[in-house]
Structure formats: structure tokens, C-alpha cells
């Protein structure tokens, strides 16, 4: 059905101002609607993420439960390594300190001179004490030279000289000390 409207254009009511108004609301409600519906979309997609990250937590919480005796497995036998391996620098540590023993052993009887006797050998932190018995101070003398030149003695010092006298004659008593070199 037609309408016809005979009034003068200044009396019509104006129907364009009305939709202009209407169109402006549907736009708003049309972009309100748009980011209402894509906030509720992602909410319940990241809602949906969080519930299968969730579920694959659950899952590596009950694996790691089930593999829980052989973690502790592996973290008793990682402490008996360690315990192993500090056995063992210990016994090489002994290792090399008993080849340098042993130099010095030999060392010390290489440089010892006739008529002279060795009645003590005390090691402390490097340093060692020598006692002996010789029959001249001239040996005393030669015998620390002796340890002088050789590679695994520095520092050779006279502590102690005495003159003491037994059924076979008179002898001397002395006390050297000196440092224990090398590795």
C-alpha cells in the first residue's frame, strides 16, 4: 500500500534524521555483538588450551610418579660416583705421592757417605727431619751437600749436632732438616 504524504515538505515529519539514528545504533550493537562474541571465543579457546595443558600436567605428574624408583636409582648411584671419584683422587693422590716417596728413598741413600747410619726420617707438610749417627762432623757436612744436589731435597738444614761417645768409640749425633720437592 502506497502512502501520499500532501503536506508541504517544511510540515512533513522528517524520516531520514530517524534512520540515520537507527543505523548509528545498529552499528554500534553490530560492533559491540562482534567483540562480545570474539572475547567469548577466545576465552573458551584459551579455556580449552588450559584444560588440555591440564591434562598433559596430570599425565607428566603420573609418569614422573611412575618413574619415581629409578630417579632415586640414579640419584644413589650418582652419589656412590662421586664418593668412587673421591676415593680414587684420593689413591692417586697416594699414587704420586708414593713415587716421590720412593725417589727420596733413593735419594737419601744415594747421598748417604760411608760410616754414617740413618736413625729417623719424619715427614710434616713437605718439610722432613733427618736424624742420624755418623762417625765426623766432616760426613754430617758431606751428607747434607749430598742432599743438596739432589733433585727432591731443598732447603737442607743442620738442627743438631752432638758428639756422644759408645763402647766403639766416639761418634756424632744429628738432626737435619730439609724440604721434600717434586709431585
Not at 53 to 82: F, T
Not at 86 to 93: F, G, P, T
Not at 114 to 127: A, R, V
Request: net charge neutral.
Amino acid at each position: 500500500m502506497f502512502r501520499i504524504n500532501l503536506l508541504p515538505e517544511e510540515a512533513r515529519p522528517s524520516m531520514g534524521g530517524g534512520l540515520r539514528v537507527r543505523r548509528g545504533v545498529i552499528l554500534c550493537l553490530g560492533i559491540l555483538g562482534i567483540v562480545l562474541v570474539s572475547v567469548v571465543g577466545t576465552a573458551s579457546w584459551q579455556a580449552r588450551a588450559i584444560g588440555k595443558l591440564e591434562v598433559q600436567a596430570a599425565d607428566l605428574r603420573s609418569e614422573a610418579e611412575r618413574y619415581e624408583p629409578q630417579i632415586n636409582i640414579v640419584k644413589q648411584l650418582r652419589s656412590k660416583k662421586a664418593a668412587v671419584e673421591k676415593r680414587l683422587d684420593v689413591i692417586l693422590q697416594l699414587d704420586r705421592d708414593r713415587s716421590l716417596r720412593i725417589t727420596a728413598m733413593d735419594e737419601l741413600s744415594s747421598a748417604l757417605p760411608d760410616y754414617m747410619w740413618l736413625t729417623g726420617f719424619i715427614e710434616s707438610e713437605g718439610g722432613v727431619a733427618i736424624d742420624g749417627v755418623a762417625f765426623s762432623s766432616l760426613a754430617v757436612f758431606e751428607f747434607m751437600e749430598n742432599l743438596e744436589s739432589m733433585s727432591r731435597f731443598e732447603a737442607v738444614r743442620l738442627k743438631n749436632l752432638k758428639r756422644a761417645e759408645i763402647e766403639e768409640g766416639k761418634i756424632v749425633r744429628f738432626t737435619l732438616t730439609t724440604m721434600l720437592v717434586g709431585g
